[in-house]
Structure formats: structure tokens, C-alpha cells
């Protein structure tokens, strides 16, 4: 599965994005399978949105609504 104007598949994006900025503790929240399984592949936490589109499975974190995210992160 291929994202973005690069054509690279979402894990190698997700590692760039970490590499290119530096970041420290990157998570990825999302709302799909697929989401948690390319952020698992990228070797990071996966924050489930529950109120997105999908239904997911042993994700790391689980959250209701954009507004929990805050807290979540802080």
C-alpha cells in the first residue's frame, strides 16, 4: 500500500517524518487497521480514534474524541 506524492508505503513515511524532524516520541493516531498495522511496522504506539471510520483491535491507546488527545498527550 502506497501514500503520498512519494509513492513509499506508509511505514517508510511515518520513519522519515521521525527522522526529518527528530522526533522524540512519536505516536500515530488513526482509525483503521491498516493505520495501526503501519504504525506497528514503523515501530511506534498507535492511538486509536474511535470515533473515526474503523474498528480496531489491540491498539495501544484508545480515545473517543479529538479533545481526549490532549490530555492523552500531556
Same mark, same amino acid.
Given at each position: #500500500?502506497?501514500?503520498?506524492?512519494?509513492?513509499?508505503?506508509?511505514?517508510?513515511?511515518?520513519? =522519515?517524518?521521525?527522522? !526529518?524532524?527528530?522526533?522524540?516520541?512519536?505516536?500515530?493516531?488513526?482509525?483503521?487497521?491498516?493505520? #495501526?498495522?503501519?504504525?506497528?511496522?514503523?515501530?511506534?504506539?498507535?492511538?486509536?480514534?474511535? =470515533?473515526?471510520?474503523? !474498528?480496531?483491535?489491540?491498539?495501544?491507546?484508545?480515545?473517543?474524541?479529538?479533545?481526549?488527545?490532549?490530555?492523552?498527550?500531556?
Amino acid at each position: #500500500m502506497v501514500h503520498g506524492e512519494n509513492m513509499k508505503p506508509k511505514n517508510e513515511n511515518i520513519r =522519515y517524518l521521525i527522522e !526529518k524532524y527528530s522526533l522524540k516520541h512519536p505516536v500515530y493516531v488513526g482509525d483503521t487497521d491498516s493505520d #495501526m498495522e503501519q504504525a506497528r511496522i514503523a515501530g511506534i504506539p498507535f492511538i486509536f480514534a474511535a =470515533y473515526g471510520f474503523g !474498528k480496531v483491535e489491540g491498539c495501544d491507546l484508545r480515545i473517543n474524541s479529538f479533545g481526549e488527545l490532549q490530555n492523552v498527550l500531556s
